[in-house]
């Protein structure tokens, strides 16, 4: 791969989503801190496939981005946080965009609102013409 995931901040991995197989290397890159962070079964499967859909969603809809993750330690609780990062063209309407089956391209409609029912934590920022930031979180149980 030519960008190859690369060390940000302290206990932070920045993955380029410009490509299918950056989806791919997210979602293991993503799987591998999940276990570092003490994650496992099937937390580990609910964080990759939220990955995928998120980074599937930059492909289709913004053309390239990144996924940002990160390491969490809270009042004695560990997980990782999952930034999915474009700038695209944004989100006009976001309830609307998280309703299950509302789709403005040849999906299911099933991704955002699929990545929010995986994960503890979603929150989903976007201004039109200037992409948008979903950050999920998944704490270890």
Sequence with gaps: MVDEAREGLEGE???????????????????EMAVEAGL???????????ISEVAR??????????IILRQL???????????????????????????DGYST?????????????LMDDFEIVSEVGKGVTVTMMKWRR
């Design 13 to 31: 991995l920045l993955v380029p989503i410009e490509r299918d197989p950056d989806v791919v290397t997210a979602r293991q890159k993503g799987r």
């Design 40 to 50: 496992s079964g099937s937390d580990l499967t609910l964080i990759a496939t939220a």
């Design 57 to 66: 969603n930059i492909l289709v809809y913004a053309g390239h981005g990144e």
């Design 73 to 99: 330690e809270r009042n004695g609780r560990r997980g990782v946080c999952v930034i999915a990062r474009d700038e695209g063209p944004g989100i006009q309407d976001i309830p609307l965009a998280m309703q």
């Design 105 to 117: 391209g040849r999906s299911l409609g099933l991704g955002l609102p699929g990545a929010k029912r």
